[in-house]
């Protein structure tokens, strides 16, 4: 058991300094230096570090301002509509176009509350063999390897809630007269991009930055 929670506390480091779900620095040191430590141990240790490490994701994008307030990230004005954006900001729109930015973040925020559940679910899932080669291999490879397990099922949660949280909070509103204004200038390009799927995949990305 005390070996457990050695394993346990360590583990648990990185995550007062970051989102990101990293561990594998502090995972190679524990293996190299505790041979004696079982494997269901280690993999016990590694799953509850990464359980605490969701929650404190899923806590930080979820609160108040967690994307808005944090530029790492933040979600910008769609990639797709950048000349949108430079178009609109020449012309005095700098006012909207931060308005529905923030807007954007807002129903990131809303969503990310739903993620806990399923991080938590795939964490469970880990099998002893893989949480070894969590702790051998890369950085981020937790991250990364939550990501992949779990970012279908976060989709599939997400997708609806956003619609929700961008009805909720009216980000049309903020969304159609700049769309509408660009596509009103002559010459331009009509564009149009999808919002709802924008913002899931930037929510997404958001937790496992």
């Known amino acids: 058991m005390r070996k457990y929670y050695f ?17 594998s620095k ?11 430590i079982s494997e269901k141990e280690t993999s016990k240790g590694l799953m ?3 359980k605490q490490g969701s929650r404190y994701a899923v806590q930080e ?5 967690g994307f808005n307030n944090n530029q790492l990230i933040r979600i910008p004005f769609p990639k797709e509509a950048k000349k949108i954006k430079k178009t609109l900001s020449e012309i005095g729109f700098q006012k909207s176009i931060q308005d529905f930015e923030s807007k954007m973040n807002e129903a990131a925020e809303n969503a990310s509350k739903e993620a806990l559940d399923i991080l938590i679910a795939e964490v469970k899932n880990i099998k ?13 490879a937790a991250t990364l390897y939550l990501k992949e397990q779990s ?19 009216n980000i049309y509103k903020y969304w159609n007269p700049l769309i509408k204004k660009y596509n009103s200038i002559p010459f331009s390009k009509k564009i149009n991009p999808n919002l709802e799927e924008y913002i899931t ?6 937790l496992f930055f």
Do not use: V
């Open 7 to 23: 394993i346990y506390s360590f583990l648990l480091l990185p995550f007062f300094s970051s989102s990101q779900i990293d561990i």
């Open 26 to 36: 502090i995972g190679k040191k524990i293996i190299k230096t505790n041979s004696k």
């Open 48 to 50: 509850e570090a990464l």
């Open 61 to 65: 994008a979820s609160k108040k301002g």
């Open 128 to 140: 002893i063999k893989d949480a070894f080669k969590i702790l051998k291999g890369e950085e981020n």
């Open 151 to 169: 970012y279908s099922s976060l989709e599939t949660k997400f997708s609806p809630i956003i619609k929700t949280s961008m009805e909720k909070i």
């Open 201 to 206: 995949t930037k929510a997404i990305d958001g």
